[in-house]
T-cell receptor, first 110, second 116 residues
Framework: SQQGEEDPQALSIQEGENATMNCSYK?????LQWYRQNSGRGLVHLIL?????REKHSGRLRVTLDTSKKSSSLLITASRAADTASYFC??????????FGAGTILRVKS | DTAVSQTPKYLVTQMGNDKSIKCEQN?????MYWYKQDSKKFLKIMFS???????INETVPNRFSPKSPDKAHLNLHINSLELGDSAVYFC???????????????FGPGTRLTVL
């Protein structure tokens, strides 16, 4: 399928540790986006990286993109309990179409 | 003010009924979407409208009919509801920039539909 596939499916870490989530996809993309979903809520956009970019930072977030490997990673540094959520990558394949996977469930223990 | 709002938040209904979910965005965006999130958390796009015109129509049963009275609203009407329609439905919107690039999407809070 064309959807973004996140790895791992679930991740449990201690507060203060870094969390790394990976994403793979199968087609050429315009950009790749990461979203967060808190339990019972809608998705919130975190960061967008264009296909001609390799790395992008936003606060405690660092995203990398390797178009040759069709993969991306999201690093959250110095995690907090409030970072507990599901994280989705969404490759943008044409027009405005985003293809989401099932996400990575991150649990940050305090 | 809520940027993307949906009503109702919860919807419980019997099989065979017809129901509607409403979505409104006050962001001035050109494009709106409906997504379905199943029990395994997969989020799948169903429809996309740009300025009231249908752009994306995934393989969704024709029991599902989106209606866009203006570019700030995209409602979802579902006929003859089935058990498998139970899911969380999300509305989203985005601003068309550079032909679709940089298309950050803003999501509503979701409508949890339960078909009994």
């Amino acid at each position: 399928s064309q959807q973004g596939e996140e790895d791992p499916q679930a991740l449990s870490i201690q507060e203060g540790e870094n969390a790394t989530m990976n994403c793979s996809y199968k087609t050429s993309i315009n950009n790749l986006q990461w979203y967060r979903q808190n339990s019972g809520r809608g998705l919130v956009h975190l960061i967008l990286i264009r296909s001609n970019e390799r790395e992008k930072h936003s606060g405690r977030l660092r995203v990398t993109l390797d178009t040759s490997k069709k993969s991306s990673s999201l690093l959250i540094t110095a995690s907090r309990a409030a970072d507990t959520a599901s994280y989705f990558c969404a490759p943008s394949i044409y027009g405005n179409k985003l293809v989401f996977g099932a996400g990575t469930i991150l649990r940050v223990k305090s | 003010d809520t940027a993307v709002s949906q009503t109702p938040k919860y919807l419980v209904t019997q099989m065979g009924n017809d129901k509607s979910i409403k979505c409104e965005q006050n962001l001035g965006h050109d494009t709106m979407y409906w997504y379905k999130q199943d029990s395994k958390k997969f989020l799948k796009i169903m429809f996309s409208y740009n300025n009231k015109e249908l752009i994306i129509n995934e393989t969704v049963p024709n029991r599902f009919s989106p209606k866009s009275p203006d570019k700030a609203h995209l409602n979802l009407h579902i006929n003859s509801l089935e058990l498998g329609d139970s899911a969380v439905y999300f509305c989203a919107s985005s601003q068309d920039r550079r032909g679709g690039a940089d298309n950050e999407q803003f999501f509503g809070p979701g409508t949890r539909l339960t078909v009994l």
